[in-house]
T-cell receptor, first 115, second 110 residues
Framework: GAVVSQHPSRVICKSGTSVKIECRSLDFQATTMFWYRQFPKQSLMLMATSNEGSKATYEQGVEKDKFLINHASLTLSTLTVTSAHPEDSSFYIC???????????FGDGTRLSIL | AQRVTQPEKLLSVFKGAPVELKCNYSYSGSPELFWYVQYSRQRLQLLLRHISRESIKGFTADLNKGETSFHLKKPFAQEEDSAMYYCALRDSGGYNKLIFGAGTRLAVHP
């Protein structure tokens, strides 16, 4: 089946650091990938839609300069949290679909902790 | 506005009891609905989708457009069903975007 790999699984860093999270589709090509944020005991909130070869589409209220998304190839999207602060601490999850109308497959998520 | 509502944060049942996890949606077009499950320490995975009309792990869900519901049901719960369940709606506006409900934690006790 379709596998989405996310790396790293956990990051702990100091306030002000920029953190990059990778999302890879291992056995399929994904023109579109999605980035979600999940707070403890809450649902997944879509942050942005990552489009290969073009700019990401951000959801309302998500700062595009804060959360930089790059989708340079059909198998890799990256999310960079720039100048991270404690309020950015969260669980970040990516997903991708094999095709436009196919279900999304999710990565394991990245737990980001900013001290 | 598009919205998915899961009214119960926690559903606690005994093994062998019937289970119904509620999901209601608000959507102006023709919806496509999914149930995703997240077992402890595992990634979110697709359980079933309404267009497939299939039963997975004994679970079924029927789309009721009149009641705008997509409740997940299982006649006899098992302990291994304990997990977090999310109902999701696909936004046909583009890009295959999913809108998730808040999730319901199912706890099945022996």
């Amino acid at each position: 089946g379709a596998v989405v790999s996310q790396h790293p699984s956990r990051v702990i860093c100091k306030s002000g650091t920029s953190v990059k999270i990778e999302c890879r589709s291992l056995d399929f090509q994904a023109t579109t990938m999605f980035w979600y944020r999940q707070f403890p005991k809450q649902s997944l909130m879509l942050m942005a839609t990552s489009n290969e070869g073009s700019k990401a589409t951000y959801e309302q209220g998500v700062e595009k300069d804060k959360f930089l998304i790059n989708h340079a190839s059909l198998t890799l999207s990256t999310l960079t949290v720039t100048s991270a602060h404690p309020e950015d601490s969260s669980f970040y999850i990516c997903s991708a679909g094999v095709g436009e109308y196919q279900p999304q497959h999710f990565g394991d998520g990245t737990r980001l902790s900013i001290l | 506005a598009q919205r998915v509502t899961q009214p119960e944060k926690l559903l606690s049942v005994f093994k062998g009891a019937p289970v119904e996890l509620k999901c209601n949606y608000s959507y102006s077009g023709s919806p496509e609905l999914f149930w995703y499950v997240q077992y402890s320490r595992q990634r979110l995975q697709l359980l079933l989708r309404h267009i497939s009309r299939e039963s997975i792990k004994g679970f079924t869900a029927d789309l009721n457009k009149g009641e705008t519901s997509f409740h997940l049901k299982k006649p006899f719960a098992q302990e291994e069903d304990s997990a977090m369940y999310y109902c999701a709606l696909r936004d046909s506006g583009g890009y295959n975007k999913l809108i998730f409900g808040a999730g319901t934690r199912l706890a099945v006790h022996p």
